[in-house]
């Protein structure tokens, strides 16, 4: 973690799909790496585990993947290019390279401190922005008086229309 008082983020979690833009035989897999898990009655995905980087990454038979569990974008994408390579190392065909995506990045943070949440939650009002200069505030006005005649003109055509 972090010293008391200083405030961290830490990245738990990063998510990346990835296509291989071919099918895949996912029971070709399970024959050749009996560790993977492949329950197709409860899901449609394999589970291939690794341990450096310690990750799990889905593969569906339409080729698409899902890594889970990494720790950085660089892990995520090194974990898919890994499988990858195993999965052709050991005669599974896979024609060519995946297309990585990162879809997310999970974190936690600490503040370094102590937060109320119940006085923040009834605190005071959100802080309100500077006033504008007075040029910039003039021609606000102007544009909020432009838009209200504007408004009215339409009320008075509109009236004017119902009582033809």
Do not use: H, W
């Amino acid at each position: 973690m972090s010293d008391k008082g200083r405030a961290f983020i830490n990245i738990e979690n990063v998510v990346a799909s990835a296509t291989l833009k071919q099918q895949i035989d996912l029971n070709a897999i399970v024959r050749v790496f009996p560790g993977v898990e492949y329950r197709p009655e409860q899901f449609p995905g394999l589970v291939y585990r690794l341990k450096k980087p310690k990750t799990a990454t889905l593969i569906f038979s339409s080729g698409k993947m899902v890594c889970t569990g990494a720790k950085s974008e660089r892990q995520a994408r090194k974990a898919v290019l890994k499988v990858v390579d195993e999965l052709k190392r050991d005669g599974i065909v896979i024609l060519g390279k995946p297309d990585i995506t990162i879809q997310n990045i999970v974190a936690s943070a600490g503040l370094g401190g102590y937060i109320d949440l119940e006085k923040a939650t009834y605190g005071p009002e959100k802080p309100r922005l500077p006033p504008l200069p007075a040029k910039e505030l003039e021609k606000e006005q102007l544009k909020v008086e432009q838009a209200r005649a504007k408004q009215e003109k339409e009320k008075t055509d509109e009236k004017d229309k119902d009582e033809d």
